[in-house]
Structure formats: C-alpha cells, structure tokens
C-alpha cells in the first residue's frame, strides 16, 4: 500500500494506492481509516474500487451500509473511484446517485475528479 497526500489551500485528501483488496470487512475499513487520521491527520481519502471487496457493492450483504455509517461517524469522507456501470442493480446505481449529491462518499470515475471534489467539501 502506497499513501499520496494532496494539500490544496488547508485541505487535505489521502490518495491510497494497492494492487490489493484492502476492505475486505468493517474491521479492515476501521484500521484504514485510523491510519489516514492518526499517520496522516487527514479525514479525506480516495480509495479505488478494486481495493474493495465484491461484496462491498451488494448491497444485500449490508457491508456498504455499515463501513460507510462508521466513516460518517467518525467524518471520514471518502471517495471511491472506478466504473461501477458494471452493476446492474438498480438499488446500488440509486445509492451512487444520491451518495454523490451529498457531502461525505462519493463514487467517480476519475482519481482526479475526486481528489477536487473531496477538497471542495468541509
């Protein structure tokens, strides 16, 4: 794992990198964003989509809902990046659209894209 920061006037977004899953259950997703805080003092972070389990993204299994309620908690805001088109649940593409209207996750498609949109929000 390879952790970027970008600083943009006094924000500050963490951009994790992997090649591995590295959310695989709500613990791993806690012990993630307790390293972005504390090594980083960060409470923004862009992670991609690879780097979290399948299950993540049925919406059924509840890990989604759980792992995002911990990160609203604690105001860790997240973006996930990827192509989620790949999904043919209507129930995730609605999550995804009123997710990102709000302040706290987002899913996009570009790490760019979510860099700026993660030091745009308080």
């Given amino acids: 794992m390879n952790i970027r920061i970008s600083e943009k006037d006094r ?4 951009i994790i990198e992997s090649s591995d899953v ?3 259950n709500v613990h791993d997703a806690l012990d993630l964003m307790a390293t972005i805080s504390h090594m980083y003092d960060c409470n923004k972070m862009v992670v991609s989509k690879t780097s979290i ?3 993540f993204f049925d919406l059924k299994t509840g890990l989604a809902g759980e792992i995002l309620q911990k990160y609203t908690n604690y105001n860790m ?3 996930i990046v990827g192509n989620f088109e790949m999904y043919n649940s209507k129930s995730l593409k609605d999550f995804i659209f009123e997710s990102n209207k709000g302040r706290q996750v987002f899913f996009l498609p570009e790490e760019e894209t979510a860099i700026d ?3 745009n929000v308080r």
């Fill in 11 to 14: 924000s500050k977004v963490a």
């Fill in 22 to 24: 590295l959310i695989n």
């Fill in 53 to 55: 389990t399948e299950s």
């Fill in 77 to 79: 805001k997240i973006a």
């Fill in 117 to 119: 949109r993660l030091h």
